[in-house]
């Protein structure tokens, strides 16, 4: 199998386009498709230093790669990785994000999470029960990882924050808002959502990349990434059961899944529902929160300390 446009060797198919592509050929497709997210949706626009986080899986290492290639020199990068404690986990997950930094000759901060805060997210694991936390490991993790991420970005006077949350997540988050109802759900499934009161600007450039394009953009520039998945990675869950169900109609319908959250996102901006929840000041620590006395973040922390401390 030839490439679509020249005479090496192909190593992917794009139904959507009906082209085949060698390595070369296929980083700058998913290049100039995250290029074009970015313009279409003005995600950078007024961005002048922008904070990328990096876990060193095969999404956020892509999007570090990708917005380095398309604007070192003309924005701030900054990498942060939050070690977040899970063992082995973490600290492999960190030195590979460590790695592309040092390649890419990027600024980075990486934060662990035991040494700057007091916990970790195992300890949130064992502990889960003790602490009458009902909320999965996961929903408690992401309270902390974008908790972290807002405070370094605010601090370091950070225009935006770019995550490398992928198609699959984003229409996830769609039919999650449509299940809980919730206005917060639904900011999650934007590609941008503003800066306000202290919240920096969160930014999702690969919105329109699936699992498997991530993973061969990585695999054609030849680009190291973590492959293991989270010991607490949830198994079986409706998210799983939802993606396999889109992946199906993909399968059929190529194309499907893009035109969803393409119409879906007409559909928000044309009836301007997104984000406008009142944000407060947390009594603690004077970072932003949807909650009228002390954020998530800093309630969790307090129940966790004070466990430590018995
Ligand atoms: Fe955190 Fe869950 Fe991701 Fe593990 S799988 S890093 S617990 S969000
Ligand atoms: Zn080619
Ligand atoms: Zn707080």
Redesign the pocket.
């Known amino acids: 199998m030839k490439c679509s446009y020249c005479n090496m060797q192909a190593i992917a198919w794009e139904p959507a386009v009906r082209r085949q592509y060698c390595n070369n050929h296929y980083a700058w497709f998913i290049e100039r498709k995250v290029e074009k997210t970015i313009e279409k949706y003005k995600l950078l626009q007024g961005v002048r230093k922008l904070v990328i986080a990096v876990?060193g899986g095969k999404d956020s290492v892509a999007l570090l790669r990708i917005l380095h290639k398309l604007y070192d020199g003309k924005i701030k990068l900054l990498g942060v990785t939050i070690d977040?404690g899970?063992d082995q986990y973490s600290r492999e997950a960190s030195m590979i994000a460590l790695k592309h930094y040092k390649e890419l000759s990027i600024d980075y901060i990486c934060v662990d999470l035991k040494e700057e805060y007091g916990f970790t997210?195992s300890y949130i694991?064992m502990n889960k029960r003790v602490l009458r936390l009902h909320r999965s490991?996961?929903s408690l993790?992401?309270t902390v990882?974008r908790y972290v991420l807002n405070k370094i970005a605010s601090e370091e006077n950070a225009d935006a924050i770019a995550t490398g949350h992928n198609m699959n997540d984003l229409l996830y988050q769609i039919i999650a808002s449509m299940i809980s109802g919730s206005r917060e759900d639904l900011g999650k499934a934007l590609l941008k959502t503003p800066s306000r009161n202290g919240l920096v600007s969160r930014i999702k450039p690969l919105a329109f990349l699936s699992d498997k394009q991530t993973l061969l953009y990585n695999m054609a520039i030849d680009s190291v990434f973590f492959w293991k998945?989270?010991?607490?990675?949830?198994q079986g869950t409706l998210k799983r059961d939802v993606l396999d169900a889109l992946d199906s109609i993909e399968h059929k319908h190529p194309g499907f899944k893009e035109s969803l959250l393409v119409n879906f996102l007409k559909l928000v901006e044309s009836t301007k529902q997104a984000t406008t929840g009142i944000v407060y000041k947390c009594k603690r620590c004077g970072m932003p929160t949807n909650k009228p006395d002390i954020c998530a973040f800093c309630k969790l922390r307090e129940t966790l300390l004070e466990r430590i401390k018995t």
């Not at 998945?229 to 949830?234: K, L, N, W």
């Open positions: 876990s977040l899970i997210i694991k490991i996961c993790c992401g990882k998945s989270c010991p607490y990675a949830e």
